[in-house]
Nanobody, 125 residues
Framework: QVQLVESGGGLVQAGGSLRLSCAAS????????MGWFRQTPGKEREFVTA????????YYADSVKGRFTISRDNAKNTVYLQMNSLKPEDTAVYYC??????????????????WGQGTQVTVSS
């Protein structure tokens, strides 16, 4: 079992920045690749970004490329999402999730084994 707890969400003006954190506990954190998804009411969970267990490989949705950065610190069992140049359309509940390393199916929410409870990000115009 892996427990995930997100933090760092909040209200920010368009053009601002936020950094989300996801703290993991339980089974070995560095055996999992990690992803961030987001969801708005009435819509399916949307892939945002993912990072390999080593941190060397990173994947981004086109909508956030160049604005968001994913990173991880395996010594702290934490993954981060730095969000810059935020737009109102980035408003959503953001979830971190864990997928066994080398699964490869980063873009599919159903492939992830563990999820956090989510943190709300609201970007005002």
């Amino acid at each position: 079992q892996v427990q995930l707890v997100e933090s760092g969400g909040g209200l920010v003006q368009a053009g601002g920045s936020l950094r989300l954190s996801c703290a993991a506990s339980g089974r070995a954190f560095n055996t999992y690749d990690m992803g961030w998804f987001r969801q708005t009411p009435g819509k399916e969970r949307e892939f945002v970004t993912a990072i390999s267990w080593s941190g060397r490989l990173k994947y981004y949705a086109d909508s956030v490329k160049g604005r968001f950065t994913i990173s991880r610190d395996n010594a702290k069992n934490t993954v981060y999402l730095q969000m810059n140049s935020l737009k109102p359309e980035d408003t959503a509940v953001y979830y971190c999730a864990a997928i066994p390393s080398y699964s490869g199916n980063y873009y599919n929410a159903d492939a992830y084994d563990y999820w956090g409870q989510g943190t709300q990000v609201t970007v005002s115009s």
